[in-house]
């Protein structure tokens, strides 16, 4: 059975710093990469950042490049997204999904597989 699941989600002050995990199973880790998504209230859902399990290369959005970092425990299949200098508008329900490898590229295509976690609520305090 495929398996995601987040962590890491809560409330944090404008300026300030989240970390979320998506720890993955049931498929073979390091044939596709990961992407991390979200959608806030009444928005669309946005593809935010990506990670070749493989590889390691990644994809940022332009609105949350230079402030977070992706980062993959292949051990572990486990995923990170460090948050840092979070905004009132990165507040978002966040997901992590299952991606076809070649769709994490420079373009943010972010293909995903149909394997998604439940969730983490992400509350930035202004």
């Known amino acids: 059975e495929v398996r995601l699941v987040e962590s890491g989600g809560g409330l944090a002050q404008a300026g300030g710093s989240l970390t979320l995990s998506c720890a993955a199973s049931?498929?073979?880790?390091?044939?596709?990469?990961i992407g991390w998504f979200r959608q806030g209230p009444g928005k669309a859902r946005e593809g935010v950042s990506c990670i070749r399990n493989n590889t390691g290369s990644t994809y940022y959005a332009s609105s949350v490049k230079g402030r977070f970092t992706i980062s993959v425990d292949n051990a572990k299949n486990t995923v990170f997204l460090q948050m840092n200098s979070l905004k009132p508008e990165d507040a978002a329900t966040y997901y992590c999904?299952?991606?076809?490898?070649?769709?994490?590229?420079?373009?943010?295509?972010?293909?995903?597989?149909?394997?998604w976690g439940q969730g983490t609520q992400v509350t930035v305090s202004s």
């Open positions: 049931g498929f073979t880790f390091d044939e596709y990469a």
């Open positions: 999904a299952a991606i076809a490898i070649w769709t994490c590229n420079n373009y943010g295509d972010l293909t995903e597989i149909g394997a």
